[in-house]
């Protein structure tokens, strides 16, 4: 059995700001790949803010709209392709 696997180094360096009571993600993307924004209260379960995010090769914004009230939140950011 054999498998191709692709490795790219991309630096998200994520931002969380607010805006009224919604919180907004910004990470940095690389062009022809795509993302998915991922949120937990407990780094145990993950739900999907976002998914297939194309990249731009410039940074990319996701609302979690609601999310500044909840006592914390951890977001992740995963390279889909």
Do not use: C, K
Not at 22 to 35: C, L, P, S, V
Not at 43 to 61: C, F, K, Q, R
């Amino acid at each position: 059995m054999a498998y191709d696997a692709v490795v790219i180094q991309v630096t998200l360096n994520p931002t969380v700001s607010r805006a009224g009571m919604d919180e907004i993600i910004g990470f940095a993307t690389a062009a022809g790949h795509h993302y998915r924004v991922e949120h937990s209260d407990n780094l145990a379960d993950w739900i999907i803010l976002g998914d297939n995010i194309p990249g731009t090769g410039a940074t990319v914004s996701i609302i979690h709209t609601g999310a500044y009230g909840a006592p914390r939140h951890f977001y992740r950011v995963v390279v889909v392709d």
